[in-house]
């Protein structure tokens, strides 16, 4: 009663076009005041801490406000140019490139959300300029994006880790093969699917031309060094390092290419200047720059866009913590897993409706919850009928991998969504096909278990 | 003219909040990278910031249509059946801002009453925390404000992004293989219709 | 029936989360059909800084925080947190349940909060990514501390780093070495991962890291009186037994850690740990007035036996 009371509320709300934030928020509200015995202060309570206590997600703000500055300062304009300069000649090159700057940036973050505005702000305009459709785009990216909780390091297996008492470096080994597989599917599929399609490729431009545009490039390219220098370097963790390069990001399009703010047609060095003359009046300029950015009109635009889609996401999330905390509350997957666990499957069928019942999960609750509520319930069953705990963390993760992709609460789709300027339906669309995809490689990761645990049992 | 003047500050309150949230963070890795320190409060300053951000930041995001819903549905409907469905719709929207207003002032209200202060700056909790309270009363003086155009007629529905119109954007693109404009141009020009209105 | 929302942060797994179920299956026998116990693990339903708050407003009935979420609340359990305060565990038993620690339980009051009990976790221990068997080697690395400003004074006065970070970010910090060490039990340091990402751990027992069982006053004194004290010898027997499993998983876990040789776990000679307890002592001073030099002086004494 309570279950059907939420979902269908859910549904009804959101298909009154509302903001799905508020969807979420109404249907958690109701089934509170209607069934539950908590207090209203405690829904306050909860959107509190849903929006002040998870660092983590800091990274979606400060990675979107980073892409921006790229993508409106013309820096992505120019490492697109140096990818097709480079990748332009194969059919779906740059296609397959962005999946790799996906799996690469995916190595380094631990989110997937944050993997996709990160990439994708860039290499969507960019697949689009060279003829791609915007969909084939958005979809690419979206499930490449969702490679950043399968390739270690990531969030989710930590979580899995810490509910199961599994090693977090086996973890993290486990996820590599898989990953890896994912992101070889991935970037076949692309190359038949350019193939069939027959997506441009352009001749190859020539060596000169491809190291120019690398150096033109080379303060763009150097965003992705720096972020995965100063995670690696041991400098920071990957949501500071969401931040250094939301700065880096600033700097390098109002200072260093100058396409907007307050240096704009300043060039660097006028023609018959002096080197030193040049030198005082940069240092001079760019001192002075810095306190004018923050008046200037096409830098707050730039940081005001950022800041819309990063508050959008991180209110729908909000709310959709809320809307666990409901089911939580409520007992409602508790109930479901305790059902599956009664009914004494054999372990073939268990890892079936294992995933049926994760899929179902991933459809409503963000990936940490779902595995902090579902780890401990089907861990042990799993332990009983031979099943690797290894394993069925990995099936977890890929399964949490898919929910990042399913409606309602889908954060890639959000993330594309708000880095596309596209509806939410359009997003799924595009990102359907992919979804397939998925699904197969999730019945590999399921029954074949030597992808999963290949790696760490040999290093043990 | 105020309220022209109160969208300006609204606006950059909260640029600052979240350039403020990313200048502490960096901040934070330069002290203590280059300079092996830090200050404890910055934890809890960047992540009250990031509340603030979002909870004052939401109100303005539905005037200027940042939030993204699913519209596929009340869009097969004649304008004046749509109008209805989003008059309920905002209505249910004012429900669930009602009970977090009446659930925050209560809530906010015992943590004044115990005096709870914050863990690493000299603040009353409730004080830090108030925006709670603030975030909503602004988002259900939104929605009235949205109900009240519904009414007079001005728009029929949430404004968001217009699905019919994208897809139709998306046939042409799929239909040219010339390369069009880059979203990237869209992202920093995109005011909704709604926007200049609310 | 009456409903107990017992809310926790840990897995189930631990002596935490088996107190609760083992509480939770006491009051089902002794109880049946009037009293109802639910319990929600891993921070399903509120983290531990929210759930004082949520018990507050009467939406958990019990929770058991680490000893240091209470500083907020009421400065004198700082205590807990002072660095060589404690012999050994015996010890901080022996205050806990002395009249100076169970007047701490009932001290929560004014702000609508009773405290049921204490419930162990063990003795802290360092960690770090080279080895630390001096005071001098903790001087300029960076260690991540709880919020508290006992814990963050400890490393200050041996020219450490305290840095606070939320528990998210702790592995990766720690990992990367963007981060030196951390100071945790040593069951936290094994279910937590750090001995995976941390070369050296040496066996400080420098201070305790214990959790208290609080519920709200109304709640408590609104119990019916035929129920109450059930309630409460439940609760005791499950702390008593949440203790005993506490301290066999503290020994067992140092033992999986040594074992699993990720990790190096130095042994501090007396002489050494002296100097880390004379280093560390200003701390007591620093904070004497807050706690109140007469219960500092009464945790001293539950050092020797009598
Ligand atoms: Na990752
Ligand atoms: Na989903």
Known sequence: MTTATLFLLLLLCMLTGMPIALALGIASVSTILLFSNDSLASIALKIFESTSSHYTLLAIPFFILSSVFLSTGGVAKRLINFAVAGVGHVRGGLAMASVVACMLFAAVSGSSPATVAAIGSIVIAGMVRSGYSQSFAAGVIANAGTLGILIPPSIVMLVYAAATEVSATRMFMAGLIPGLLMGGILLVAIYLFARKRRYPSQPFPGWRILVKTGLIAAGGLFLIVLVLGVIYGGIASPTEAAAVAAIYAFLIA???????????????????ESVVRAVCR????????????????????????????????????????????????????????????????????????????????????????????MAPILFPIATQLGIDPIHLGIIMVVNMEIGMLTPPVGLNLFVTAGITQQSIGWVIKAALPWLGLLLIFLGLVTYIPAISLFLPDLLN | MIRHYLAIVEAAIIRLLLVGMTLLVFLEVILRFVFNTGWLWMEEVTLYLGAWFVLFGVSYGLKVGAHIGVDALVRLFPSGVRRWISVFAVLGCLFYCGVLLYGSWIYLGKLKLIGLTMEDVPLPKWQGMSILFGGFVLLALRLMSLLWMLFSRQVDGFELLDEAEESLALAQEETKSTPKESPEVRMSSDVSPIGSKL | PIEIKFSHVVAENTPKGKMAIRFKKLIEQRLPG???????????????????????????????PSLSKLE???????????????????????????????????????????????????????????????????????????????????FQVVNANPVKKPFSEVFTLLQTKAIDGQENTWSNIYSKKFFEVQSHITETDHGVLDYIVVTSKEFWAGLPSDIRPVVEKSLQEAITFGNQVALQKDEQDKQAIIASKKSTVIELTSSQRQQWKQAMAPVWKEFQDEIGADLIEAAQKANQIN
């Open chain 1, 282 to 373: 940069n240092f001079w300029q760019i001192t002075w720059a810095i306190p004018r950015s923050f008046f200037d009109r096409e830098v707050n635009n730039v940081v005001m866009d950022a800041a819309k889609v990063s508050l959008m996401l991180l209110f729908i999330i909000a709310n959709a913590m809320l809307f666990a905390h409901v089911l939580t509350t409520e007992r409602i997957p508790h109930a479901i897993a305790e059902t599956i666990v009664s009914m004494g499957l054999p372990p073939w069928a268990f890892l079936l409706v294992v995933n049926l019942l994760l899929l179902a999960a991933g459809n409503f609750m963000e990936p940490s919850a779902i595995v902090l509520i």
């Open chain 1, 254 to 272: 109002v200072i260093g290419y100058r396409d907007m703010g307050p240096l704009r047609d300043t060039p660097w060095h006028y023609q018959g």
């Open chain 3, 72 to 154: 907020t609340y009421t400065k004198k359990f700082q205590v807990f947190d002072l660095p060589f305060l404690f012999d050994d565990m015996q010890a901080v038993e022996r205050f806990q349940q002395s009249e100076e620690g169970q007047k701490l339980l009932t001290s929560l009051e004014s702000k609508g909060l009773t405290g049921l009990g204490y419930l162990h976790n063990g003795m802290k221990q360092l960690s770090a990514n080279e080895p630390l068997y001096d005071p001098a080697d903790a001087k300029g690395k960076k260690f991540r501390v709880m919020a508290s400003d006992v814990l963050a004074a400890q």
């Open chain 3, 34 to 64: 009037k009293v109802k116990v639910s319990v929600f693990p891993n921070a399903q339903l509120f983290n531990d800084d929210k759930v004082l708050e949520a018990i507050i407003l009467g939406d958990v009935q019990l929770a058991a």
